[in-house]
């Protein structure tokens, strides 16, 4: 599996703060046996955010992309709006699922605006900014991302899922 990591900050972009939550998420793709097929980082603008969303989903340069970061409810966070525009169809059982698992450790979960959507036959996730809550994110994303992508590439055969075996 092919995914991008889109990290969104004002103040990573700035060289203000290293991207913690963007490493995060590469280690895990690696653990997954899977390839990091595009990186980058952004400030927290719905143009320059819709823009990498589009460019990876539309040239299928990505099955799976994961943002971190502007998730949250400060004037500037506005990764879940420029998702939106970007996505054809919502998948608000994964963005649910996130924030329950979050919840689960901290109250601040309840707090993440985070979407998740299809563009194409790219799945796009958000997840919030701090290394702890992707981690809560990556945690889901663990035990449905392949299989999600499965279906958006046409197998959507039951034989095929994961709790058939």
Known sequence: MRVGVLTVSDAVTAGER???SGHLIVEWVGRQGWDTAQRTVVADQVPDIFRVLAAW???????LVITTGGTGFAERDVTPEATLVAIDREAPGLAEAIRMHGLQHTAFAALGRGVAGI????LIVNLPGSPAGVAD?????????EHAVRLLHGHT????????D
């Open 18 to 20: 290293e991207d913690r």
């Open 57 to 63: 989903s539309d040239t299928d340069a990505c099955d």
């Open 119 to 122: 563009r194409g036959s790219t």
């Open 137 to 145: 994110g990556l945690d889901v994303l663990s035990g449905v991302a």
């Open 157 to 164: 055969s039951h034989a095929e899922s994961p709790d058939d």
